[in-house]
């Protein structure tokens, strides 16, 4: 079932290029990102198609691995440790497509063929998926990517890096010796 999703805030798009799992090897490169929809946003369209695969799928039993993930944790502000990189509250999804399987990239005009390096990490989106069910194994309720379109910039998504933490390096290099 294909279903356009409300605006999303993209993150860690791979979306010009397939990338690998940074936590399975062994996977095939996927073209894949993250989609975070603040607290509040209408994801009933999204709940429908999930609980209709729990009926369908897996005769009403929730399977091991849902799509759409609740952030329960978030930065500490006492350490300033990550705990989470969505803010409380906030939903997440990873949808992915194979390698031999792009999905479209659409520009704010609706037009196809919008250049992968204008979607970044923090930038509004709209996108398609769709929903499939694997009920082998340890059972999966997946999303695939068909289908993203850039809407407009936003504010960055992870962590920013301190310049000021680096030193002016010495011209000459220093000679290690082992």
């Known amino acids: 079932m294909q279903i356009k999703l409300p605006e999303a805030i993209l993150s860690y798009p791979s979306l010009g290029k397939p990338a690998k799992d940074n936590f399975d090897?062994?996977?095939?490169?996927?073209?894949?990102?993250?989609?975070?929809?603040?607290k509040g946003t209408d994801l009933t369209e999204l709940n429908e198609a999930i609980a209709?695969?729990?009926?369908?799928?897996?005769k009403g039993k929730e399977p091991k691995n849902?799509?759409?993930?609740?952030?329960?944790t978030q930065i500490d502000k006492e350490t300033g440790l990550v705990k989470s990189l969505y803010d409380q509250g906030d939903y997440f999804i990873k949808p992915w497509s194979g390698e031999g399987d792009p999905p479209a990239l659409i520009s704010p005009q609706n037009k196809p063929g919008y250049a992968p390096?204008?979607?970044?990490?923090?930038?509004?989106?709209?996108?398609?998926?769709?929903?499939?069910?694997m009920t082998t194994f340890s059972g999966t309720i997946g999303?695939?990517?068909?289908a993203v379109q850039w809407v407009r910039e936003g504010?960055?998504?992870?962590?920013?890096?301190?310049?000021?933490?680096?030193?002016?390096?010495?011209?000459?290099p220093i000679n290690f010796q082992p």
């Open 25 to 38: 090897a062994e996977k095939a490169p996927r073209f894949k990102c993250d989609l975070i929809f603040p």
């Open 52 to 58: 209709k695969h729990i009926a369908d799928d897996f």
């Open 66 to 72: 849902m799509p759409l993930k609740l952030a329960e």
């Open 117 to 133: 390096q204008n979607f970044k990490g923090g930038n509004l989106v709209n996108v398609i998926v769709n929903t499939w069910a």
């Open 143 to 146: 999303l695939g990517l068909m």
């Open 155 to 172: 504010k960055q998504v992870g962590s920013t890096v301190n310049l000021n933490l680096f030193s002016e390096v010495p011209a000459e």
